[in-house]
């Protein structure tokens, strides 16, 4: 991976050229040097000339945590409920307890566009007295639903493997807050990261930003919109089964009809977290909204994208990747074989989790090391 010029908190950005491919069929697409020669069980992104292999069953370890997470977690709201009756459903499950240790943990307030932006800063259990890397963290809930505390132990857990401080921001949620409310808060916390660095103990030169879900698609917006608007220079962004498409045509790819039904998020449902945030194929069209249609992806930062086999959502992070590779972006990409939408954080359970968590961290840690 090439080294990310140096810059200060109020660098503007800098295109960060193309790395070589590694790839091999049927394994993961990798451009990291420092995992040259790893072999893990995912498979290849989207290339020309090549196919994946043959679609694989539901993970059998998988069935029971599915069954379990729909019969608790509540999906869309019920007759005579709104968005809010849905969130307070949600914050009436019993709390996952902690179960990854960090150094320090702190709840914040920052400027956002129209009033306090919460925050929560993680940092990890080990690390150096120079300043670390950062990554801005964008929880996923459908731009509807969740916040710091549902992520709280994917954060713990990201700060840890990366051994980076991890900002986690608590963007205003739909339908109360529709598109690009979270997108623009998203951007204002990567702005206010990126000024405060030296205060934070990170290094600006080494910032990045990451999501799941619909928190992902605002990290691949953010990185645009910091391109688009000579803002701060980022090294890297991780994406897990990201929201990339809200056009009027995301329902024409393959894995949203293959996955449209038994997966724990299911076509019916993402539609409406999709007419809560974007509410017409006019805003859906946006490019940020749907990232993929850009005028243009040069100049991005690196990118790792992950995705789910069984997941509806599986094609269109698979297709930025390829978007991004074909417009110079040195792009990791797994595909987690037999695997559904939000098995990522399940590694304590599932062999699947941590095996895409050891590509994703291994990528993104190599490349915040060398940018």
Wanted: proline share 9%; charged share 20%.
């Amino acid at each position: 991976m090439r080294t990310a010029p140096s810059s200060s908190t109020s660098a503007s950005w800098s295109p960060k050229p193309a790395a070589r491919a590694c790839t091999r069929p049927g394994m993961l697409v990798q451009r990291s040097s420092a995992l040259t020669g790893s072999r893990y069980p995912g498979h290849l992104t989207h290339r020309q000339g090549r196919r994946y292999p043959a679609r694989m069953p539901l993970d059998p370890a998988a069935a029971p945590i599915i069954e379990l997470m729909e019969a608790s977690f509540p999906r869309l709201p019920e007759a005579g409920e709104d968005a809010a009756a849905l969130r307070a459903r949600l914050e009436a499950l019993p709390k996952v307890p902690i179960t990854e240790e960090i150094a320090a943990c702190e709840d914040r307030a920052i400027p956002g566009p129209t009033g306090d932006l919460p925050v929560r800063i993680y940092r990890p259990m080990t690390h150096p007295h120079d300043p670390l890397p950062g990554t801005v963290y964008f929880h996923g809930g459908g731009w509807v639903i969740c916040g710091l505390d549902s992520h709280d132990g994917a954060c713990r857990r990201l700060a840890n493997a990366v051994n980076a401080v991890v900002v986690s921001v608590d963007y205003r949620l739909a339908p109360e807050h529709p598109y690009p409310a979270a997108v623009d808060d998203g951007y204002a916390a990567l702005e206010w990261v990126t000024s405060h660095a030296n205060e934070l103990g990170i290094d600006p030169s080494r910032i990045a930003v990451a999501g799941d879900s619909a928190g992902g698609n605002i990290a691949a917006v953010v990185a645009q919109m910091a391109r688009d608007r000579s803002g701060p220079s980022l090294a890297y962004q991780l994406l897990v089964y990201p929201v990339i498409d809200s056009t009027s045509t995301r329902n024409e790819r393959p894995s949203r009809t293959e996955n449209a039904e038994g997966y724990f998020l299911v076509l019916k449902q993402m539609e409406w977290y999709r007419e809560m945030y974007v509410r017409d194929d006019t805003t859906g069209a946006e490019p940020y909204c749907s990232p993929h249609v850009a005028e243009s992806l040069a100049g991005l930062p690196p990118a790792c994208i992950v995705t789910a086999e069984m997941d509806l959502l599986r094609d269109e992070g698979e297709h930025y990747a390829s978007v991004l590779e074909a417009a110079g972006v040195p792009v990791t990409m797994y595909r987690a074989p037999g695997m559904f939408h939000g098995f990522f954080n399940m590694h304590l359970v599932l062999d699947g989790a941590k095996d895409a968590q050891k590509v994703a961290f291994e990528a993104m840690r190599a490349g915040l090391e060398t940018a």
